[in-house]
Every structure is written in C-alpha cells, then in structure tokens.
C-alpha cells in the first residue's frame, strides 16, 4: 500500500523529470560532423598558431562514419606536397556534444600501406572512441615524384624529416581534441612499429596525450636503425654521410628517441596508461629495444610468445581487444553502441506498448463495436504455499465489462455489466440487478474511499510509465533478448538497494506478451497470457449474464454492492 501511493504522490514531480530529460536530450544534441572547414582557434593549438582543416564525408556503417581529413603542416618545406597532411577520421555514431570522450590518434607503419591504421580507426570507432589517422611526411601524396626517397636526399631534410612528424601529430592532436564531443584530457596515442616507437616519442612532446597503447615498440633508434633489415636503406644513407653529419642525424635520433622521454612516459605508467604488448622473437623491432623502453617507462610488456614481427598477425584478435579495453577505459559508463542502442530502444517500445496495453484493459474503453481480451493462468509461489488460478477478463464499451475466473480463496467466479450488472455464484445461481435501475451507477461508488483511492493510484501510475517508459529507468533496467522463434523478452531487474526484484515478459513474434515471470521480495511466479486483444470485434453476448435456471432479478444497488465487495478483497490483497 505505501509503495502504491507513494508513487502516486510523487507522479506529476517524475512527469516534470521526464520533460527536463527531453529537454536535457535536446541540449545534448548528438555529434553530426560534416563535410566542409573547420577552424582552429589560436589558443587552442600546440604552437600558438591558428589554422583551418577540412573534411569530406567518405562512408558511413552501422558504428560510425569515415571522413578524409586535410590539414596545413605547421612546418613548410620545398616539397610543396609535404606541406599537406592528409589522414582519415573515424567518428562513432551518437556521441553526445558533452566533450566527455576519449579519442586516439593513430600513427602508421613504416611501410605506409594504412591498412593496419584503418583496422585499428574502425575497431576503436565501433567501440565509441574516435580515431584519426595521419600519413606522415612524404608517404603517400605527400611524397610527390620522389616518394619517401625524398626524405633521405639529403641528411638536413632528413632531420627536418622527423621534426615535421613530432610537430604534425602534435596538429593532429589539436584537431581531434577540439572535436564538440571529445574531451581534451583524454586524448592518447597508440601504433604499431614505427608508429608504437613515434608514440612513444610524442609522449615527450606533446604533454595533452593521455594514453598510449604500444605494439611492437622499443627504444633504442640507432640499435634498430642501424640493425633491422627493413630499415637497411636508411641505414645506407646513414653510413653514406661524412661523420659530422652522420653524427648529426644520430644526435637527432637521440632527440626524439623513446628512451629519451622517460619523465612523460613514467607519469603515464604511475597513473596506469600506458600499455606495451611486443612480439617475444622480434626481429625487427628487437626484443631488447623493447625491454629497454619498459625500463624508462617503468612498464611491464606483455609478450607474445613464439611470435615475430610478422607472424605477430596470428596475435591480432588478442591485441584487438586489449587495445579497445585500454581506451574503453576513459569512455564514460553510459556509453553504448549503436546496437545496443536500437535494442533499447526496442526494448522501451516494448515496455511502452505492453503498457498502454495493459492501460486500455484497465482503464481505457475500446473503439464503438470493438472490446478488449485478456485471458490468463497465473500461479503465485508464497513463503507458505502456491496460489494458482486463472481469470478471463473482457472490457467494452459504455462500460460493460465481464471478469470470469477461478480466483484464489474466493473460488470460481463470474460478473459482469452488460444492460444491468450481474453476478454468478454457487449452483448456477445468478444475480441481475434489474430492480431500480439507474443509468450510470457502478460498483467503483461503493468501494471504500481508501481502496478505491489505491486502484486509482496504481492506474495513475501506469499510465505514466505508458506515456513515458523512459521513467522507469529510474527504477530498473530494461533489456531485451530474441527467441529462437521470432519472439523477444524483455528484462526488468530492480535497481533500488532494497527492492530485489525481477520481472521477465515473454513476446510473441507478432509482440503480443503471452508470459510473465517475476521474482520480487520473497515472491515468485509465472502469468501465461493466453489471449491479449485490444480493439478486437465485440462479441456482444459475452457482457451478458450466463443463461441458468437459476436466475433471480434484485435490486442493482445490491448487485453493485456484492461486486464492490469482491473488489475490496482483491485491492486488499494487494496492501
């Protein structure tokens, strides 16, 4: 009883909650970047400088939606094609504008085909974390006639090579924490290969990067330079130069390198961001370079064992998930994905349309030449003992009614309201309140005050929960599943400390609920719903009174009456 008026106190307060909701909802609009240019403010850029970037809209799936991005380098140099940077940004669908995401920017490998990059964009997007990646200077069409031969044509535009990579990521970084739904203090780094070892090094630059998830990286630049097959041209250019230049590229290495980054990198591990997984037979990126790089970071790795730099593809699921796990961690706790999404939303549709369901049997009167049906078995497990019946129950119009059933401790039972009110009782005996008849009296004038008040309540409260099943999450979670058949279930589990309670509807392919389970404070049971028709052709004779021999015509005061009396003891059971 108190729980059923307490909600009825408290209704028009959720009613105005739900309105702010939707009001909140508006405000919160959902992100929709589109094609076009985009300006970054002075104050907001690593370097002081104002620029703009631009984006076209290249695809979108079920999870997020891929854009080109372009965006000036923050260093000219006489390639004028160098001085472009163009990338790709992966944007998940439905993000809030309440700049409370997580983002990564994604740094490639050294042999520039992107197919790992966009692997890495379009896993972390379809978790909810944008991701942005970049070709770095010469690679791709910035590289011109001359491609990546360009970078080492001489060893100053090799040294300004890697300056315009660290200054480039750090414009990256700009350009994704600006974004309306991304936080700035959750941007992080990850790559793998070159791009494990240049997050790395960017975690010394760029002091906004919050994470970093390294795949195959070390430190060391000059060992893995001057050792690895893959780099051996590199290391031919190297071993070319007179030995002050050649020392002078070394000094630069040491420069960016990880192992010189240690303060950067430390912080991150103290505060549990960072994240090394390395290839245990490496033979590019050795396995001491790596050992090395955890040393300065503070780190551990996670090795995969019997694998190489290569045959590290057999790992990827593995490192697939670790790496949305590691970013998953800055997404906030309401997050959900684009199916999850349409699932509760089916899920609220269901609750909504069970709900004004069980309104119009309750309280709502069917369409002219129409009526409502629910017939249903039900049995209750008590501390005690199980009660068990079953009820038949038909709504028509100008309120005519019929409730037949077996009902427990009061047996098998019949009334109704068709011309007059009736009741059937025991040995065919039937009541018809014939005698004194007035239009428009019913049996609700004479139910006590205070239960009539509790039917009225509980009423009132469903027909909120029907007009705004959103409201309902503030008492419960609400889930869905699929029937092999077809049909759906839906999930209700009680989120109040002290109310321990779950109710699970069963759904026919077609959403009719045919099933009910509930478990709720010590209290168990299952409600089959064998009929559940709402507007269905009125059966006109169902309303009226059974044929028997034994038929008596009384006063309709006391028909009301009796059938009052009924009712009392069924909204008693309920206190």
Not at 112 to 118: A, D, H, P, T
Not at 416 to 441: K, M
Request: aromatic share 8%.
């Amino acid at each position: 009883m108190f729980q059923l008026v307490r909600v009825r106190l408290f209704l028009p307060r959720q009613l105005r909650q739900g309105v702010l909701l939707l009001l909140i909802i508006a405000l919160n609009a959902r992100a929709q970047l589109l094609s076009g240019d985009y300006q970054i403010p002075t104050e907001q850029s690593f370097d002081g400088r104002g620029f703009s970037y631009s984006l076209q809209h290249l695809e979108s799936c079920d999870t997020h939606s891929t854009f080109a991005i372009t965006f000036p380098s923050p260093i000219t140099t006489a390639v004028a094609s160098n001085n472009s940077v163009p990338g790709e940004l992966y944007v998940p669908k439905g993000l809030p504008n309440t700049r409370q995401y997580p983002a990564a920017v994604v740094i490639h490998i050294l042999h520039g085909n992107f197919e790992l990059e966009r692997a890495i964009c379009q896993t972390l997007a379809s978790k909810g974390i944008t991701a942005m990646f970049f070709k770095l200077p010469y690679y791709g069409e910035r590289g011109g006639q001359n491609g990546r031969r360009e970078m080492t044509s001489d060893p100053q535009r090799f040294i300004d090579t890697l300056t315009q990579a660290t200054a480039d990521t750090r414009r990256s970084v700009d350009i994704i924490s600006s974004l309306p739904f991304i936080s700035p203090k959750k941007v992080g780094v990850t790559g793998g290969s070159l791009g494990a070892i240049m997050s790395a090094s960017i975690c010394g630059f760029e002091p906004r990067i919050n994470r970093a998830f390294l795949i195959l990286g070390g430190g060391n630049l000059r060992k893995i330079i001057m050792n690895a097959h893959e780099t051996r041209h590199l290391k031919a250019f190297i071993d070319r130069l007179p030995e002050a230049e050649r020392e002078a590229v070394f000094a630069k290495l040491l420069e960016i390198d990880p192992l010189a980054q240690g303060p950067a990198l430390q912080r991150l591990n103290r505060q549990g961001k960072i994240k090394m997984i390395c290839a245990a037979e490496d033979e590019v990126v050795f396995p001491d370079c790596s050992r090395e790089l955890a040393a300065v970071a503070g780190c551990d790795i996670t090795w995969l064992p019997g694998l190489g730099h290569y045959t590290v593809a057999a790992a990827m699921p593995q490192i697939m998930d670790e790496l949305v796990r590691f970013f998953s961690a800055d997404r906030p706790a309401s997050w959900r994905s684009p199916a999850e999404i349409t699932a509760q939303n089916n899920a609220m549709r269901l609750t909504g349309s069970f709900l004004q369901g069980a309104l119009s049997l309750l309280n709502s009167s069917p369409m002219p030449g129409s009526m409502h049906r629910c017939q249903l078995d039900f049995s209750i497990n008590l501390p005690t003992n199980t009660l068990k019946g079953s009820i038949d129950y038909c709504r028509g119009s100008g309120g005519r009614y019929r409730i037949a059933g077996t009902i427990p401790q009061l047996g098998l039972a019949q009334i109704g309201q068709g011309e007059y009110p009736w009741l059937a009782g025991a040995n065919n005996s039937v009541f018809v309140g014939t005698i004194d008849a007035q239009a428009g009296r019913g049996c609700t004038q004479y139910i006590t005050p205070r239960l009539f008040l509790q039917w009225q309540v509980g009423v009132g409260a469903l027909a909120g929960a029907a007009m705004a099943p959103d409201l309902l999450k503030q008492f419960c979670t609400i889930s869905n599943s699929s029937a092999p058949d077809g049909g759906a279930s839906l999930i209700m589990s009680s989120t109040h400390d002290q109310v321990q309670a779950e109710v699970t509807l069963g759904f026919a392919p077609d959403e009719t609920p045919r099933e009910m389970l509930f478990n709720a404070m010590g209290y168990s049971g299952t409600i089959t719903i064998k009929e559940w028709l709402i507007n269905t052709p009125e059966q006109a004779e169902i309303f009226a009174p059974p044929a028997s021999d034994n038929t008596t015509n009384v006063r309709q005061e006391d028909v009301l009456r009796m059938i009052a009396a009924l009712m009392e003891r069924l909204l008693e059971e309920t206190e």
